[in-house]
């Protein structure tokens, strides 16, 4: 979602609707320009294309939610419903990325 420059009666933005990337070779372009600049947030949005989670629900992620995992659960924070995802195809980047780090951290600061 994004935020156009109108604003509502209550003086807030208006949001308008994202579509999702789907083109393949768009979101191999995105990740490869991410992992040049910051593996942050190359593992930020590899976790969003491949669980489909929320950012807000990404972002409360901690070490030990992830680590020695094939799969990430969590509680949706918008409907409260809980989520699996599998990640061992993005489990490696993860490994890399919490090396040193405590399991009580969140992952992505």
């Excluded at 949706?76 to 919490?98: A, L, M, V, W």
């Amino acid at each position: 979602m994004y935020y156009n420059k109108n604003k509502n009666k209550k003086g807030g933005y208006v949001m308008k609707k994202v579509d999702p990337i789907r083109d393949v070779e768009k979101i191999k372009k995105m990740k490869d320009i991410l992992m040049k600049q910051d593996y942050r947030d190359y593992l930020l949005f590899s976790l969003g294309i491949n669980t489909g989670f929320r950012i807000s629900d990404i972002l409360q992620l901690k070490v030990k939610d992830v680590k020695d995992k094939t799969h990430i659960e969590i509680t949706e924070e918008k409907t409260g419903k809980t989520k699996r995802q599998f990640i061992n195809g993005i489990k490696e980047d993860i490994d890399k990325y919490i090396t040193g780090m405590a399991d009580h951290e969140y992952l992505f600061q």
